[in-house]
């Protein structure tokens, strides 16, 4: 039936016939915070790119974990800023090193809220690089799988939930999946970042991590942005060496890409928020030209609906507190 019989107002009429009929249900279970954990930092440090993300010292990244829980967040992100760092990334997997101490000191203080470690090398390289380096000076693939897999159990066995592999070498998941089983450690998920592009978004990131390339770019092994058919074929790879959840990164200049491996996947899917996406509300927002709250649970929502049941977001605190209010 058509208009007049037909009116799709008339389920917009009130807050609670909205509420009533709301398709995408945000919440703050699905959202997880990245943290930054700096083993030289004596204080928080304010990150300028990124208004209200700091890097933490173990003792602060704690309290932001404990906040996370408190707020009923889905978990947090662990990405470390090492005080030293060589060719090959070796404080990628220090038995000592920040992530492994401050997942330690996270589990020990929230033991029930997820913590994800991300597993690359770009932060602890000195090149700046997510893998080692070959000769010619190309990122050496097959050299990097170890020392991802030995990152990967270090830790796992400090304690970490989920290991996340970012660096986007062909046959990590797998590499990593048979060193975790080897080592007695098959009870931990791997979350794959399968389709993750060389974007433009990730500046903020690396201002924070100090882990941008020191030559070069990452498009010889991050996605092509223009390639959708590509990334479905990196998430079937990752499912079939073990993935037990997929990722696609960034999120929102991506919601093809969510929508469509949510269609073909039945696996959990993240998406990630990344830091330029942040830093765009943010700027825009102390600009006074976008509503943040609104614009932000909107993005967020955008994210939701094309099928991620996993956000990593720097909103996720600001979310959870939005959503309760
Ligand atoms: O928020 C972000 O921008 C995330 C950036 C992301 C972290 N996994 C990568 C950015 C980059 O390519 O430098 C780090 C890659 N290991």
């Known amino acids: 039936m058509a208009f007049p019989q037909t009116r799709l107002r008339r389920l917009r009429r009130t807050a609670g016939l909205r509420d009533l009929v709301r398709e995408t249900e945000l919440s703050a279970a ?50 470390g ?34 913590v994800i470690t991300d597993v690359c ?10 893998g ?3 000769a010619d ?14 990152t990967a159990t270090s830790q796992a066995r400090a304690g970490a939930d989920v290991v996340a592999p970012s660096d986007m070498m062909d ?19 791997i979350v794959a970042y399968s389709a993750k592009f060389a974007s433009a978004f990730y500046g903020p990131f690396r201002d924070a991590a100090d882990s941008a390339p020191a030559f070069g770019d ?25 993935a037990d959840v997929v990722m696609v990164k960034p999120a929102l200049p991506y919601l093809d890409v969510i929508a469509r491996v949510k269609q073909r996947f039945e696996l959990p899917l993240a998406a990630y928020h990344v830091s330029g996406e942040y830093a765009m509300l943010k700027t825009a927002a102390r600009a ?26 720097y909103y996720a605190k600001d979310a959870a507190r939005w959503l309760q209010s």
Not at 45 to 54: A, H, K, L
Not at 225 to 237: D, F, S, T
Not at 295 to 307: F, P
């Open 218 to 242: 990452r498009r010889g092994y991050q996605m092509d942005p223009p390639n959708l058919h590509e990334a479905l074929r990196e998430v079937a790879l990752d499912v079939d060496e073990g």
């Open 132 to 134: 080692v380096l070959a």
């Open 121 to 130: 090398l770009c932060e602890y390289t000195s090149h700046g690089h997510c």
């Open 81 to 114: 800023i090492p005080e030293d760092k060589d060719d090959e990334g070796s404080g990628a997997w220090d038995e000592e090193g920040v992530v492994q101490l401050a997942t330690r000191a996270i589990k020990e203080a929230e033991p029930a809220l997820p």
């Open 171 to 189: 046959g990590r998941v797998g590499t990593i999946r048979a060193e975790l089983d080897a080592e007695g450690l098959s009870h931990v998920p």
């Open 30 to 79: 699905r959202l997880v915070l990245p943290l930054f954990v700096s083993s030289s930092a004596q204080a928080s440090e304010p990150i300028p790119s990124m208004p209200g993300v700091e890097r933490l010292p173990i003792g602060a990244a704690v309290g932001q974990a404990r906040e996370a829980a408190a707020l009923g967040l889905g978990g947090v992100l662990l990405f």
């Open 137 to 150: 000076g190309s990122v050496d693939n097959d050299a990097s799988l170890e020392l991802l897999a030995r």
């Open 288 to 313: 006074g030209v976008l509503d943040e709250r609104a614009a932000a649970l909107e993005a967020l929502t955008a994210i939701r609906r094309a099928g991620a049941d996993i956000i990593i977001t």
